[in-house]
């Protein structure tokens, strides 16, 4: 009778449970805020942002493991989580020393540190794992191997048309699909809605590197992809994990899900696969 009064108690506290849009009411304060949750099993997760969007996207995430136990640090990346104009003129190398520093501070008081990522935090998190052999661990989400134009071979005419567009104007206005892109969905309310076109550049630059020498990832790897992703190429989960050189790699399909599923996923299941797979490995 006790254990199951303290397994509702559980389900009623932890974050495990909570409503993401109910948790983004309540936690508007701190969209534009970077997280550290301190944890108690000598052990750390870094947690890393996509590109537009803020540490919000992770911090429901970074919450649940930090309840099982580890330190959880995420980020902000440089340009993000104040107005797109910030976008202008960063490069993608500025990201990768971002979290090159958020990783050296946390590696300073823990030896096991897994990192994890979401769209193109996760193509950072694959640029840092080739440097970081010591990294216990990888969480790619929402990965792009190739985004869906170029997949296609189109890519090099949008980046035509692209070009163009920037003589008569600086930025751009986000698309969402009908299926997926509802106002109220999270990643769309924690976002850019507006872009410098040049960040895009920088972008798919950052796409392209972390996708070479993909061989020399040999950490436990867990890649996971909407069936229904409508930014990256259907197929890039896959050839991420047949080019990734771990022994030990898991992939999972979340589906009816948009491209950056895990602020608005409510299917507890994926956050309980990805601290399993981090407990196992």
Not at 26 to 43: A, D, M, S, V, W
């Amino acid at each position: 009778m006790r254990e199951r009064v303290k397994e509702i108690f559980y389900k009623t506290r932890s974050v495990l449970f909570a409503d993401p849009q109910r948790l983004y009411k309540k936690e508007k304060h701190l969209l534009n805020k970077p997280f550290y949750f301190k944890g108690t099993n000598g052990k750390a997760v870094l947690l890393i942002h996509g590109w537009t969007s803020v540490s919000y996207e992770v911090r429901r995430l970074g919450k649940y493991l930090n309840e099982k136990g580890w330190t959880v640090h995420g980020p902000m990346l440089e340009g993000h989580g104040t107005v797109p104009k910030d976008l202008e003129n960063i490069r993608w190398a500025e990201w990768l020393e971002d979290i090159e520093r958020a990783y050296a501070k946390l590696k300073r008081k823990y030896d096991r540190v897994y990192v994890g990522g979401t769209s193109i935090g996760a193509n950072i998190a694959m640029l840092l794992a080739k440097e970081h052999p010591e990294i216990s661990g990888l969480i790619l989400m929402a990965t792009p191997y190739q985004m869906k134009l170029e997949k296609f071979k189109l890519q090099k005419v949008a980046i035509f048309f692209l070009k163009i567009i920037r003589i008569f104007k600086k930025y751009n206005k986000k698309f969402y699909p009908p299926t997926f892109g509802s106002r109220t969905t999270i990643t769309r309310l924690i976002s850019y809605q507006t872009y410098p076109i040049d960040s895009v550049f920088e972008a798919a630059k950052l796409v392209k590197k972390s996708r070479e020498n993909l061989s020399k990832i040999n950490q436990p790897c867990f890649l996971l992809q909407s069936s229904s992703d409508c930014i990256v190429a259907k197929d890039s989960m896959e050839k991420i994990y047949t080019q990734i050189g771990s022994k030990i790699k898991k992939k999972k399909y979340i589906q009816k899900a948009y491209h950056t599923f895990i602020s608005d996923i409510k299917n507890e299941n994926v956050l309980r696969d990805i601290a399993d797979f981090i407990e196992n490995n």
